[in-house]
Structures are given as structure tokens and as C-alpha cells.
């Protein structure tokens, strides 16, 4: 079936599902689109629940015999289902719990602070004439903010709080193994996906974590991140942000 | 004893998405039922078993599982029964995205109003310096803070506002996708329908204006086929507070805009 995958530059949730492809050695059409500039939102596909309403903010979207896809770790696993490289979860069920719990509580918990971040140090720069065709209310109150420079203290430094968390946890992982769930997986690539941009953002988080800078070389070093990094466009693709999911609203 | 242990509070929201799982596939287990509402959570022996005091978590042997969502897709790979996420990578994509859309955006919203009008006025009564203590004793930082706002009826009115916005729209959405499939996320009863069933079973009481089989009739369709399955009974009868018992609203055959009175 033919794929189409619509993609930012190599950071984030873009990084997550390129790296599912190339890893998983699946051909598909790539297309770039600006989505620090809201270019998701002039797809075809904008309007489509999925799509409009991802919880992840700004991400890519593949499209799969018509139906287009949101949220980068559960494309990941569609990607790891479909295709012929080697498996991307553990195969033991109790494992794969693991890999699919760490992804939750990276994406509930880190993401949000990252992304919050990364727009805060560097900044999209959104279309009008795109914003205004945004179907969820909530990310087009997210890009608005980021548009007036609003960056609450309080929120600012709750995140890099819960980046620093993450990093912890990451180095606690990885005592005597190289990958976070022991096997390559998608726990490696949307941790490295929404943290590759937080060591320049949050230094503090990862002075000493001597694990964890080598896990990224490392990450950086396997043949299909090679290529998907060489894909990018900018200078420093961990520099590139879009609104990525909301912070918690229960605090 | 069984090999299977879950410690869960009503059936509704998290709770009662592995016990519909674990119901649904037929695994037998023993029920250890924490009482939220006087903090069981947050009592020594359950921070042993979750240090994060968040409920449910389950024991399968000498494993211990959290986050409801994963632990569901754990007991449909783990147990035999009746597989609860279908073989197409498609629909698994799409049973994952509404559990994900359901957990972390419309359910904070349901429950945001459910802890103010229920769970915040539950607990209230209590000493204010037992209540003190037990806020003390929560683990999670964003935990702390939500019991917080509960227990003083500290939820702001434009965060309620917000959270009955997301209401609407998600009820929307409910309703759209179920006009095009039989269940939510599939041709198949999926962990998709456990997981809405588990926010949505008492909308046309708590959303009386939103939801009824005049403005979503496919919703209440498709609340009615899950509460006649054999499961959700079986899960519901662990119910043992007034706000569980709600699910009996889908025994009348018709809830018209009238039943709002």
C-alpha cells in the first residue's frame, strides 16, 4: 500500500516516525512541510479528526491508503507491525508493557515541557493565514501564546524541572545496558526525539549523565538515524520547534 | 488466590479499564478495592506496591503493572479470551489514538467537573487536618495539587468553562466516529470501547442537554450494546458508590431531551 508521510525537519515527533521508517526499512513518499510555519493545517487532510484533535500539537501525519495518522509513537508501531526490519517493541509482553508505559509517561510528562521549551528558545514563526484555519481550539490558543511571547515563569521553570526528571530517569535505565528497555526500541527514539533539544535548552539536566550523553551518540551513530538526521535543512534540526502537546491542565 | 491481582477503586475511569479488560478476557483475579475517597492510595502498603500512588496497578505473579492503558494492551497479549485489539495495524493505530485522545484530553475534563461536583464534596466533611495530612502524603506533585483544588473547591471558572468546552466537543467527535463504525475505534469490540465506556457511561445523566438518543443516537447505542455484554454487568456489580450506579440510566429504552428535569 502506498505511504505518504508528511514530516518537519528530524526533531521531536518528526524524528520518532522517520527514524520508525528508515529503522524498519519501509519506503514511503516523504514530504516535507513547515510545521513551525502551521503548514500541517493547509493539508488536505487537516480537518480530519485525527488529525485536527492530536493530542501531540504540531506533528507529522502519514497517510495510509487514504487514512491519515497522528501521534508519533502509535505511528511507530503501526510502522513496526507493517514493516520488515527488526522489531522496534520487545517481543515478551511484559517488556512491551514497559516500552508502551515509558512512551505514555514521555509524552504526558516530558513532552510537553520540552516542547514548551524549545518554542521558547526558539520560537516558530506561524503563517496568520494558516493559524486561522486550525480546528482545535486548544493548539491554536497554544500557537497564539507563543506568537505574544507569553512564557510563564512558573511554567518555564516546571518544565525544565520535569526535563531534568526525565533525564534521570533515562540515566537510571541505562545502568549495564545500551538501549532504555535493554533491546533497541521505540522507547530509544521518542525519548532521544523530544530530549536532543534540551541539552543546549537545560544544561543543568544533563551535567554528569555520562549514560545518557553516550546513549545519544550512540542513538546518533545506528546507520537509519544516520539518515534521517541528513535529511535536515537547518543547521541544528534539535533547534526547530513547533507546539508540541499542552502542558497538563490539573497542574 | 488467583494469579492475578488488581487494586483498583469503582469501576469508572482508570479503575475500571484493566477490570473491564480483565472481565471481557475471562481472567479470574482478586479485586483489592482501595477506597479513594479515604485516600487508600497514599497508605504505606499500597506505596509498596505503587510508589506513585496512583490507582489501579496490578500484580501478575511477581509483576507489578500501572498506567491503565498499557496495562489493558498487557492483559489482551498476556491471557487467552477473546483478543480485545483487532490484526489490523490500522485499527490498532486508530484504537491507540482514541485511547490517548480519551486519557489525556477529554477525560482530565470529565474529571475535572466529576471531582468537583463528586469527589471534592465526598471527602470535604472530613477533619480539615486529617484532610492536611493526607494531601501531605501524595506522592506525585500534580497529584497533590488536583487533590488540592478538589478538596477546596479550588477549580477555577474559567477551567471549568474549559473542561465543558472539551465536553461538547468531544461528545462531537463520539458521535461522529460512531456513525461510521459499529464500535469506536474498529469493526470490533476493541480496549478502545472498554476505555470510553469507562468515561462515558453516565453521560446522558451528566451531560443530559449533550447526550441523548435524540442528539446522539449512535452514542447510546453504543453505550447500550456495552452494558448488555455479560462483563460490564459483572464489572459494574464491584460498584460501591452512588456515582457507579449512575450506569443503570442505559436500562430505559428511550432518554429523550425530556429526562433533563
Redo the contacts between chains.
Keep these: 500500500m502506498s505511504m505518504t508521510l508528511y514530516h518537519g525537519e528530524p526533531n521531536g515527533p518528526s524524528f520518532t516516525v522517520l527514524a520508525a521508517l528508515f529503522e524498519k526499512g519501509i519506503q514511503a513518499e516523504l514530504v516535507r512541510i513547515g510545521l513551525a510555519e502551521g503548514a500541517r493545517h493547509e493539508l488536505s487532510c487537516a480537518q480530519q479528526a485525527e488529525v485536527a484533535m492530536s493530542v501531540e500539537g504540531e506533528g507529522p501525519v502519514l497517510v495510509v491508503g487514504g487514512e491519515a495518522m497522528a501521534d508519533s509513537v502509535f505511528i511507530a508501531c503501526y510502522l513496526d507491525d507493517v514493516g520488515p526490519g527488526a522489531p522496534l517493541r520487545p517481543a515478551n509482553p511484559y517488556a512491551r508493557w514497559e516500552t508502551m508505559s515509558w512512551c505514555r509517561q514521555m509524552i504526558e510528562r516530558t513532552a510537553p515541557a520540552a516542547a514548551f521549551l524549545g518554542c521558547h528558545a526558539h520560537p516558530p514563526k506561524p503563517s496568520p493565514a494558516l493559524l486561522a484555519k486550525i480546528g482545535s481550539v486548544d493548539l491554536r490558543a497554544r500557537w497564539e501564546m507563543i506568537g505574544a511571547g507569553v512564557f510563564a515563569e512558573d511554567k518555564l521553570a516546571d518544565s525544565k524541572a520535569k526535563v531534568a526528571v526525565a533525564v534521570e530517569k533515562i540515566e537510571a535505565k541505562l545502568a549495564g545496558r545500551d538501549w532504555l528497555m535493554g533491546e533497541f526500541s521505540i522507547a530509544d527514539l521518542e525519548s532521544y526525539a523530544w530530549l536532543a533539544g534540551m541539552v543546549k535548552v537545560v544544561p543543568e539536566g544533563f551535567a554528569g549523565k555520562r549514560l545518557t550523553v553516550s546513549w545519544m551518540e550512540r542513538l546518533r551513530g545506528r546507520p537509519a538515524v544516520r539518515k534521517v538526521l541528513a535529511l535536515a535543512r537547518v543547521a541544528d534540526p534539535a533547534a526547530y520547534w513547533a507546539p508540541g502537546p499542552e502542558i497538563n491542565r490539573w497542574g | 488466590m488467583s494469579e492475578v491481582t488488581l487494586y483498583h477503586w469503582e469501576p469508572n475511569a482508570n479503575s475500571g479499564k484493566p477490570m473491564l479488560a480483565l472481565m471481557e478476557k475471562g481472567v479470574p483475579f482478586d479485586s483489592h478495592y482501595l477506597d479513594l475517597l479515604n485516600f487508600d492510595q497514599h497508605k504505606p502498603e499500597y506505596l509498596s506496591i505503587n510508589p506513585q500512588g496512583t490507582i489501579p496497578a496490578m500484580k501478575?505473579g511477581n509483576?507489578v503493572?500501572?498506567?491503565s492503558?498499557?496495562?489493558m494492551?498487557?492483559v489482551d497479549?498476556?491471557f487467552p479470551g477473546p483478543k480485545l485489539m483487532p490484526d489490523d495495524?490500522?485499527d490498532?493505530?486508530?484504537i491507540?489514538?482514541w485511547m490517548?485522545?480519551m486519557d489525556?484530553?477529554l477525560a482530565?475534563?470529565f474529571s475535572?467537573i466529576g471531582w468537583k461536583v463528586f469527589v471534592g464534596p465526598a471527602v470535604q466533611s472530613k477533619d480539615p487536618e486529617e484532610l492536611k495530612a493526607a494531601i501531605e502524603r501524595i506522592p506525585l506533585?500534580?497529584r497533590r495539587?488536583?487533590w488540592r483544588?478538589a478538596i477546596y473547591g479550588l477549580f477555577g471558572e474559567d477551567?471549568m468553562k474549559?473542561?465543558q468546552?472539551?465536553v461538547a466537543?468531544g461528545i462531537r467527535?463520539l458521535e461522529?466516529?460512531l456513525s461510521k463504525r459499529a464500535w469506536l475505534a474498529s469493526n470490533q469490540y476493541s480496549l478502545a470501547d472498554a476505555n470510553g465506556f469507562n468515561l462515558a457511561y453516565a453521560l446522558p445523566l451528566s451531560q443530559p442537554s449533550l447526550s441523548n438518543d435524540e442528539l446522539t443516537p449512535n452514542i447510546l447505542r453504543w453505550l447500550r450494546a456495552i452494558y448488555a455484554r455479560p462483563a460490564t454487568k459483572a464489572c459494574w456489580a464491584l460498584g460501591r458508590t452512588s456515582m457507579v450506579k449512575r450506569v443503570t440510566i442505559l436500562e430505559q429504552p428511550h432518554i429523550g431531551r425530556e429526562h433533563v428535569a
Design positions: 501478575h509483576l503493572l500501572t498506567e492503558t498499557a496495562m494492551e498487557y497479549e498476556t495495524p490500522l490498532r493505530w486508530r491507540r489514538w490517548k485522545f489525556q484530553w482530565p475534563s475535572m506533585p500534580e495539587v488536583a483544588k477551567e474549559e473542561s468546552r472539551r466537543v467527535m461522529e466516529a
